[in-house]
């Protein structure tokens, strides 16, 4: 079962009662005469309107279209809209679903997102990851790309970027870490895993994870394989959160990688705190590592904190040949970048490497 945050999209197609208020009389009054217009039943109760419809999304629309009586922004926002199922009786609770119609406005304006998501066109790339010492592929990172109708390719920032201003950043999280899981044991089964997860697009890791723990059962995938990868740390303010998220994987037998250490705020306390299987060392410290000091000096410190508390470090980002040789001379174990091959929907099964 899925909260109301992962059926997001679904919701948005289903038949339903929606209610509107607001506390500015003469807004309220604008709703009235815009709905006049509307072809399936409503009625006016007091302080707020109640529609029916065969979709929340039709409404959606007749509320926000540009026409004559189209309502400013600035009004929208003092417009308050609760939609329920149809059949579902309102409460109370119901209210903790309220949001302003600007809110839903910008939802629509990433109606690309939408329409990925209800049409399940994410689709995964693969990039390898390497070990150092015997060349052979280790496992591949899955990196979530979307699809237009046409097949070109919606780059993963333009996704998450729709999905952050639209409050769908919970199932699209959701849905990438699915896409993963499914192309992945199709595709790739027996190497490890890498899946980028969102630790702030999970709130409630006992209920956020529940789908995530039954993919991995359905497709009969070994958990130990499974590297859960945190992506932008430093936008987390609760650890203990995060803490929490982690430990819910850990118990599932997933083990954990943090990317991106050393790029920006990627304090050692909090590296320590989370407890990784994996260290990712970002490109900011690998490229021209081979003929930087300051690089080595970091690179060293960090492969010593790493070894000290039983992390594996993984280089990324490695796109020379000297910045290869470098990093194979100083015994870190893992090795991805574009100098073993691009990110692709049809994985590589072996990795010529010199």
């Not at 010492?133 to 990172?141: L, N, S």
């Not at 993984?314 to 040789?325: K, N, S, Y």
Request: glycine content about 6%; overall charge negative.
């Amino acid at each position: 079962m899925f909260c109301d945050q992962c059926r997001f999209s679904d919701s948005l197609n289903q038949p339903s009662k929606v209610f509107l208020s607001s506390d500015n009389e003469v807004l309220v009054g604008e709703l009235c005469d815009r709905f006049r217009d509307w072809k399936e039943p409503w009625q006016f109760e007091q302080d707020y309107l109640e529609i029916q419809s065969q979709t929340f999304l039709s409404v959606l629309d007749f509320l926000v279209a540009d026409s004559p009586t189209a309502i400013a922004d600035h009004a929208l926002e003092e417009v308050l809209l609760v939609h329920l199922e149809q059949d579902a009786p309102f409460s109370p609770r119901a209210l903790k679903k309220a949001r302003s119609l600007l809110w839903w406005k910008r939802v629509l304006s990433s109606r690309e997102l939408l329409e990925v998501l209800q049409q399940k066109r994410l689709c995964i790339h693969f990039h390898p990851i390497i070990e150092a010492k015997t060349h052979q592929i280790f496992g591949y990172e899955c990196l979530c790309r979307g699809l237009l109708e046409d097949g070109a390719l919606i780059p993963p920032a333009r996704l998450f970027e729709q999905a952050r201003t639209s409050g769908l950043l919970f199932e699209l999280d959701r849905s990438a870490r699915e896409a993963a899981l499914r192309t992945a044991k199709e595709k790739i089964a027996g190497k490890h895993i890498f899946i980028n997860f969102l630790p702030t697009a999970i709130y409630n890791p006992n209920h956020c994870l529940r789908s995530t723990v039954r993919w991995v059962e359905e497709l009969g995938l070994d958990p130990q394989k499974i590297v859960f990868e945190v992506v932008e740390t430093e936008q987390v303010k609760n650890v203990g959160h995060l803490c929490r998220v982690l430990n819910h994987y850990r118990e599932q037998g997933f083990k954990i990688a943090l990317d991106d250490v050393g790029s920006g705020y990627s304090s050692l306390l909090q590296l320590l705190a989370l407890r990784p299987d994996f260290m990712k060392i970002d490109r900011e410290i690998i490229a021209g590592i081979d003929h930087t000091p300051a690089k080595q000096s970091v690179m060293g410190a960090l492969h010593q904190i790493a070894g000290d508390n039983g992390i594996t470090v993984l280089a990324e980002g490695v796109e020379t040949r000297a910045e290869q040789q470098y990093l194979e001379a100083q015994g870190i174990p893992l090795l991805q970048g574009f100098l073993f091959g691009k990110p692709s929907p049809d994985p590589a099964p072996k990795i010529e490497v010199t």
